[in-house]
């Protein structure tokens, strides 16, 4: 068995320091859009708050509990999509989760873990554009 | 006490421990392993007489059907039981649903009661409350009281006006030994139907099915040193006698005649259509013939000391809960658990990197939870090859990860 397939993320401070401390965890004051996600493998659950200004994200915030790759995963995909620099529907915007947890080779069930947040983040705004279409 | 466990050198019984001599395997209430007897009678049917059974008119043949059959007296024989009420399916959930399906259903009509446990597995849970609703019928769900068991006069007040009740011998989350012996004879002398899940007793309690008084019995056999693929279930022959087959084709019938019109096979054969689990049945007889060697007063010290161990290890630990009762007297070595601030995946995680094998999640068992007002938990579960050194090494283990990841 390859130990490091999962680069063994109990061994790296920054990734335990940003579960004890992850960005976004908290309430969004006149959220707009919302959605939940469960990772079908744990059950674990998030929510999302997001608030939209002139069709661009201003704040997010989750609310759940969910494993340490869970949170940082949530924490990062929200420091991505406010900073605006992915298009969050793009391959690249997973990527770029990975990449700066340096997560890359993680197993397809902890995957899952790691990209419940940006998962979530996608629904809601898949929410409001069926909203829109109607 | 250590002593005693360590004479008994049950790890280098099992090929797998003896091959990852540093792994500490603490799921054996998901699956046991397997012991070189029980490997070496599966290899043996596969390499030296594979034949199907009840056909062939030649030697391999003959003892294939022999050892395939003779597996069958073992289980009889094992839980005290006639040869004819042992039905050969592929696990617990198969017998329970075959159960269910093929007596309880037809005899259950609206407005009849039907008790099952809270702190059952979802496989003694989930066909029974399907019944319930295909009939509609009252499902009756015994709680898991404050002090961690099943609630006894709870049971005992919705005993009389029963038709059916699903028991679990041992909880695969609390460890919870009910006290069966005390409650069957009540549910029975309401003329109640009794089932009774063993997969998680077989192999650490001595079953009898003629003494605990139930009407069927399901375990599986990789719960009990055996080979996956394989699962008992024991129902009394009155009642065989009116269960109507689930499946159809081979083996089942004597014959068929010209109107297509089949010949049912005799009980309990009828109930095993197609080829079975040969190899697997063979190695479930070598399983029994292994537990029987240790013996189950042995087997029940064992358990003793882990259990005795475990409660006072993990009572004694900051920021753990334990699920289930405190008492060693009504529970098996199975230790389910809360660590407050970490999740239990990322428990799980942690103790794998050093070697050591527990389950997270709910355990098939989200109603037993319920209790608890939390979601997922960690569990620790001991089987013969378990010994107080490989707890001591996990809840050290336990300890190291609250202290390196928990949240403050």
Not at chain 2, 79 to 100: D, G, K, M, P, Q
Request: proline share 4%; charged share 25%; hydrophobic share 40%.
């Amino acid at each position: 068995m390859d130990k490091n397939r999962e680069n063994n993320y109990l061994e790296r401070e920054y990734i335990i320091e940003l579960y004890r401390n992850p960005s976004h965890f908290k309430e969004v004051t006149g959220a707009n859009l919302f959605a939940e996600k469960r990772n079908i493998f744990c059950g674990d659950k998030l929510n999302v708050s997001i608030r939209i200004n002139n069709g661009q994200i201003s704040d997010l915030g989750f609310n759940g509990n969910g494993c340490i790759l869970t949170v940082v995963g949530a924490s990062t995909a929200g420091d991505i999509v406010l900073e605006n620099s992915q298009n969050i529907n793009d391959s690249g915007f997973e990527m770029e989760i990975l990449k700066r947890l340096g997560l890359e080779k993680i197993t397809p069930a902890r995957l899952k873990c790691v990209m419940l947040g940006a998962e979530t983040i996608k629904e809601a705004l898949r929410k409001e554009r069926s909203e829109k279409q109607k | 006490m250590t002593e005693f466990i360590n004479k008994l050198d049950f790890r280098s019984q099992f090929p797998l421990l003896r091959k990852h001599s540093s792994l500490i395997y603490l799921d054996s209430a998901a699956t046991t392993l397997k012991p070189d007897p029980v490997i070496k009678a599966v290899d043996g049917y596969n390499e030296e007489y594979t034949a199907n059974v009840h056909r062939g008119l030649y030697r391999n043949a003959d003892i294939s059907t022999e050892e395939y059959e003779g597996a069958r007296e073992a289980v009889a024989e094992f839980i005290n039981a006639s040869y004819e009420e042992i039905i050969f399916t592929r696990n617990t959930t198969e017998s329970i649903n075959l159960f269910v399906n093929q007596y309880v259903l037809p005899n259950l009509y609206r407005g009849d009661k039907v008790l099952i446990q809270q702190s059952s597995h979802h496989s003694n849970i989930l066909p029974w409350a399907r019944a319930c609703e295909q009939k509609n019928a009252q499902l009756i769900i015994a709680p898991i009281a404050k002090n961690g068991l099943t609630d006894f006069e709870a049971v005992k007040k919705t005993a009389a006006g029963l038709k059916f009740v699903a028991l679990t011998h041992v909880s695969n989350v609390t460890g919870e030994i009910l006290e069966i012996e005390k409650l069957v004879p009540i549910l029975k002398s309401q003329n109640v139907t009794v089932f009774l899940d063993s997969a998680q007793s077989i192999h650490h309690l001595p079953t009898n099915v003629s003494e605990f008084g139930v009407d069927a019995l399901a375990f599986s056999g990789h719960k009990t040193y055996g080979p996956t693929g394989i699962g008992v279930l024991f129902v009394k022959k009155k009642i065989m006698s009116k269960m109507v087959p689930l499946f159809w084709g081979g083996s089942m019938v004597l014959d068929v005649d010209r109107k297509l019109k089949p010949e049912l096979n005799d009980i309990p054969w009828r109930f095993e259509a197609g080829t079975p689990a040969i190899a697997e049945a063979i190695g479930l007889a070598e399983a029994i013939k292994f537990i029987n060697r240790h013996g189950f007063k042995q087997i029940s010290r064992l358990d003793k000391i882990l259990t005795d161990f475990g409660l006072k290890q993990i009572t004694a630990m900051d920021r753990v809960k334990l699920l289930g009762p405190k008492s060693i007297k009504n529970r098996l070595p199975i230790f389910t658990f809360y660590v407050q601030g970490i999740h239990p995946h990322d428990l799980a995680y942690f103790l794998s990197e050093c070697n050591v094998a527990v389950r997270a999640g709910k355990m098939c068992a989200a109603p037993s939870f319920y209790s608890y007002d939390a979601g997922e938990a960690t569990r620790i579960s001991c089987a013969l090859y378990t010994s107080t050194a490989d707890l001591d090494f996990a809840f050290k283990k336990v300890d190291e990860g609250i202290k390196r990841f928990a949240k403050r």
